[in-house]
Structure formats: structure tokens, C-alpha cells
């Protein structure tokens, strides 16, 4: 069967009163706190069964494999139940793969198989030891808490602390942690100690919370595609700060107008060659479509020129202040002239 992180809880409290978990949970995503908290509601689950055993495991070689369905069909040295956790890349490989299978198809109920995983893509969805875990436990993908989720996911944060924040203190934090879930679970914890009374407005976040943001080049694509000025430019301060070279950047920008110029142009910008687009990439392409018709090509294309020869030490200039300016422009503002 396949979970969502939202029906956890309640598929883990049914299980408990059946008393029957599934044999095998496979959890995936690159969430670092969200996988964490739902591998922690799996074992404290499994605790309350009685596997009062764990083993954990990195294979990373062949042998590593065999060793590990070795120990499997071995007895627990005190007879427990017991969790073998099995943490690895996704890819298991030839060998890995079939040693997964052996462990999903094994018989009784004195192991729990828990499997970690990063996000799986679409190849490794669509290997054998995946479909076993659908068809005989549960797989529970993690997804990505992007920016059109994140004040939600922050207000649910909040109000469960015990605090009641305005919605301008929800966008301002969104701000400061974006692309950190970690921070952001940290944060929560030091204002439900700072702010006692429980209503937490704007100057309460921005006296207590510092930026712990972090952002990659796809997160300004997607602000670029949408006419987010603000986070756009957000982004970008950022990643000057944190060393990201500026031709990465400028890559970033330009592919992203190569493909609302295709729309505009009536293609289909996941047909044009390149990396693959993901599923978030075209739903922004087709939020900005409206957009594509008005946008000044020619001149962005000049300024992502002129941006190119400062990176190349063929024009005078901060190319970082070139790429500020055409992120603005991008996204609607009004030109500097």
C-alpha cells in the first residue's frame, strides 16, 4: 500500500489496535526532519507491538547485502521481535535488489523491515523490490515542502506549539527558514519559549528568528517563471552569500526564459533538449503562461548578455548587480534606465 505523510498517524494507530504493522515501511524523500519524524512514529509503533530489538544497516557493497539477509534468517539472540533498518542510496543494484525481495517476502512476524531512502525517481519507482513493498507493506513518499506550502505547513507548526501567529509573523518566518525544514522545527521550539503568552506577530519572529534560509538555483527559476520579484531577489542575495558561482546562475535565468519563449512560441518546453523538467518546473511554466506573451525577450536577452561578458571579464561591471537587474526586470519591474 501507499501512505501519505498526513494518514500516517491514523494507519499506525489502526495497526496498533489490530495489532498487526506491516511487515515491511519503506520510507523515501530528502525532508531530512520529515522522514526522521516518520521513522520515529514507525519504530515508537513497533515498540508498542514489541520489537524491542533494533538493527541498523548502511550497505553500500555486495557482500553487504548477503550479509544482511544472513542476519535476517538468523534468530535474535534473546528470541525478540526486532526492526532491521536498513539505510542505502535507493538504488540497490542487481544483488541489493534481490536481497530486498528475499526480506519482503519472507514468512512470520518476529522482524519489521524499515527501509530509508532519498526520494526515489522514477526508474527506481519502477524496480522489482518497489513493487514488492506496495504489494506486501507500505511505502510512504516524502515530498518536498516547497514554497507554496510552506506558511501552511508553518501556521499547522505553530498553532501545535501552542502559538497563534498573525499571518505577516507566518510569511516572515517562511522567509528566514525556506529550503530548512530543520531550522525551521528549531526555530518553532525557541519561540514557543520566548513568546509564553502564545500570539506570536511579526517583531516577535524578527527579533528572534535569524535567516537560516537556503536556497539553490531551481528554487530562483521557479520565483523567475512566477513574477515572484521579492523572493526572486531574496534568492538571489542569497546565494551570492553563500558562493554560488554566477555562472550557475545566469544558466539558471536563461534556461528559464529559453522556455517561456517556447511557450509563447506555442512549443512544449519539456520537448526541448536539456535535463528533464520535473513535475513543480512545468506547473510554474504553466502558471506563467499568461505572462509569456508579455515579456521583453529582447531586452532580457541583452541583459543576460551583458551579464555574461562581466562574468567573463569582457565588461566592466559587478555581473551580480547585472543579474539583480534582470531578475527584476524578469519578473515585471520596471526597468532601470
Known sequence: MKLALNNLGAHLKQAAQRGQLAAT??????????VAEACDAIRAAARQAGYSE?????????????????????????????????????KAGKEGGAALQSLIAREGDDTLLLLITPSLDFAAQSTAWVKAVEAKGAWLPIWEVGPRQLEGWLSQRLRAAGLDPSADAVTLLAARVEGNLLAAQQEIEKLKLLVPAGRLDAAA??????????????????????????????????????????????????????????????DDPSRRPGPRLTS??????????????????????????????????????????????????????????
Not at 63 to 69: E, F, G, N, P, T
Not at 231 to 260: D, Q
Not at 309 to 326: F, N, Q, S, Y
Open 25 to 34: 515501511y519503506l520510507v523515501s524523500g530528502d525532508e531530512d526532519l520529515l
Open 280 to 337: 513543480a518546473q512545468l506547473a510554474a511554466l504553466e502558471r506563467a503562461r499568461p505572462r509569456a506573451s508579455r515579456l521583453p525577450f529582447a531586452r532580457l536577452s541583452s541583459r543576460a548578455l551583458r551579464a555574461d561578458r562581466m562574468i567573463k571579464g569582457r565588461l566592466a561591471g559587478d555581473p551580480w548587480d547585472e543579474l539583480t537587474l534582470l531578475c527584476a526586470e524578469f519578473c515585471g519591474l520596471r526597468p532601470v534606465r
Open 54 to 90: 533494533r538493527e541498523v544497516h548502511f550497505p553500500e557493497r555486495n557482500a553487504d547485502w548477503a550479509d544482511i539477509v544472513a542476519s535476517a534468517g538468523s534468530m535474535s539472540l534473546f528470541g525478540d521481535r526486532r526492526v532491521i533498518e536498513l539505510r542505502f542510496s535507493g
Open 205 to 266: 519572529v524578527f527579533n528572534a528568528v535569524a535567516s537560516s534560509a537556503r536556497y539553490d538555483v531551481f528554487a530562483l527559476s521557479e520565483a523567475v517563471v512566477t513574477g515572484d520579484a521579492a523572493r526572486a531577489l531574496r534568492i538571489l542575495s542569497g546565494l551570492r552569500g553563500e558562493g554560488t558561482e554566477p555562472t550557475l546562475v545566469l544558466w539558471a535565468i536563461t534556461r528559464e526564459l529559453r522556455n517561456l519563449w517556447s511557450l509563447k512560441q506555442g
